[in-house]
């Protein structure tokens, strides 16, 4: 399995308790959606390398404590400490033409209904208060809130991103 093939699913943030149980944060928007994984893949080294799960217990705060098959003492889970968590891109649901993933929209060109072409997606800051899509329009920064009706339509096959900003918000970047 190769990165390019998956996306980011979080990262073994601790160890949990004794017996070769890591803590997951899951940097996902509903962690419960991942409840019945069977199996990840851990960045070891530059070298994705897959993981069973024998175990896995949804905490709070979007962590969860799995046990995985073969760690079976504190220190073989401490080299598991630090790794990122990837799941392959097949395993992901398709959307429909107003939601996104994170990851996928990188580099997409983004249009405002009131502006047209306002630059494209640098990254998508995922705060918890409120997500923001972080726009490059020629050099400037454009932070716009990711909330219910901003976005218009997701065009996967051209790249390109429709979004109805709020009044006044892109006038604020464009004229400075």
């Known amino acids: 399995m190769q990165i390019q093939d998956c996306y980011y699913l979080g990262l073994i943030a601790k160890l949990h308790g004794f ?7 899951l940097d996902v928007t ?6 019945g994984l069977d ?11 897959p993981f069973f799960i024998e175990g896995f217990k949804l905490k ?25 968590a990837y799941l ?3 395993v992901l649901p398709e959307l429909d033409q107003t939601s996104f993933y994170d990851h996928e929209i990188i580099g997409f060109s983004v249009f405002d209904a009131a502006h047209g072409a306002i630059g494209v ?29 901003l976005i218009q339509k997701v065009e996967r096959k051209k ?7 709020p009044e006044g918000l892109i006038d604020l970047y464009l004229t400075t």
């Open 19 to 25: 017996k070769g149980e890591v803590s997951l944060f």
């Open 30 to 35: 509903n962690p419960a959606d991942y409840q």
């Open 39 to 49: 199996a990840l893949y851990l960045d070891i080294n530059g070298q994705l390398t």
């Open 60 to 84: 709070n705060k979007g962590f969860a404590a799995i046990k995985f098959e073969g760690v079976e003492t504190e220190e073989a889970a401490k080299r598991l400490v630090k790794k990122k």
């Open 88 to 90: 392959p891109l097949e």
């Open 121 to 149: 997606v640098a990254e998508v800051i995922d705060m918890t208060a409120n997500p923001l899509l972080q726009i490059d329009f020629n050099g400037t920064e454009i932070l716009v809130p990711i909330f219910d009706g």
């Open 159 to 165: 790249k390109e991103l429709y979004i109805k900003a």
